[in-house]
């Protein structure tokens, strides 16, 4: 079975501190996907990553990062900077083989204060 | 480009009564999802569909609930004789086939009283 956790509830930060989002997951196949969402207040889940399990490279876009790590079956998500507009709850996400329904952790909220 | 979307964005009923919610995917998105999130958990999957044919039905989806891709575009999920533990929002999402990112809609609140 697969199973994806996110074992920080709640974090709260001061603006302009960086700020790391664990995610560990569990599955016992060899071919899959892991995704993070973002869920702002108003509702909707956007669409932030998606990597594939046999491409470990870091990736880097913007004030955002993310690092792969097969070793210790964690996808954890980096925010440089932070700032008042990343609060939002973020969701880490697995899914096995072609595209098939995603498997999400309980999420983790991000508050940012000014 | 338009993304997902579902209708009606809120949802208030009576225990017992059938509510019936819609998802427009992206047009060129074969795959449909839906997912149900409670409040403080992520979104559990329901079901999802290749063009019009259902693929696969979670446990969660009990014989109450039923969905629908008539025509490979738009798809329907209804809930009949609703009760208090239904209260939710109901999440549609859409794809490309493969691997690509599924994206989701706004999202239908249920709320039974």
């Known amino acids: 079975a697969q199973k994806v956790t996110q074992a920080q509830t709640e974090i709260s930060v001061v603006e302009k501190e960086d700020v790391t989002l664990d995610c560990v997951y569990e599955?016992?196949?060899?071919?899959?996907?892991l995704f993070w969402y973002k869920q702002p207040p108003s509702g909707e889940l956007v669409f932030l990553i998606r990597?594939?399990?046999?491409?470990?490279q870091n990736e880097i876009s913007g004030r955002y990062s993310w690092n792969f790590q097969k070793s210790t079956s964690s996808f954890n998500f980096t925010i440089t900077a932070s700032q008042v507009v990343d609060s939002a709850v973020y969701f880490c996400?697995?899914?096995?083989?072609?595209?098939?329904?995603?498997?999400f952790g309980k999420g983790t909220r991000l508050s940012v204060i000014a | 480009d338009t993304g997902v979307s579902q209708d009606p964005r809120h949802k208030i009923t009576k225990r017992g009564q059938n509510v019936t919610f819609r998802c427009d995917p992206i047009?060129?998105?074969?795959?449909l999802y839906w997912y149900r999130q409670t409040l403080g958990q992520g979104p559990e999957f329901l079901t999802y569909?290749?063009?019009?044919?259902?693929?696969?039905k979670s446990r969660l989806l009990s014989d109450r609930f039923s969905a629908e891709r008539p025509k490979g575009s738009f798809s329907t999920l209804e809930i009949q004789r609703t009760e208090q533990g239904d209260s939710a929002m109901y999440l549609c999402?859409?794809?490309?086939?493969?691997?690509?990112?599924?994206?989701f809609g706004d999202g239908t609140r249920l709320s039974i009283l």
């Open positions: 999402a859409s794809s490309l086939e493969g691997s690509q990112p599924q994206h």
């Open positions: 599955t016992r196949d060899t071919t899959y996907y």
């Open positions: 990597r594939n399990s046999f491409d470990e």
């Open positions: 996400a697995l899914g096995i083989g072609g595209n098939t329904p995603l498997v």
């Open positions: 047009s060129e998105h074969n795959r």
């Open positions: 569909f290749q063009n019009e044919a259902q693929l696969e």
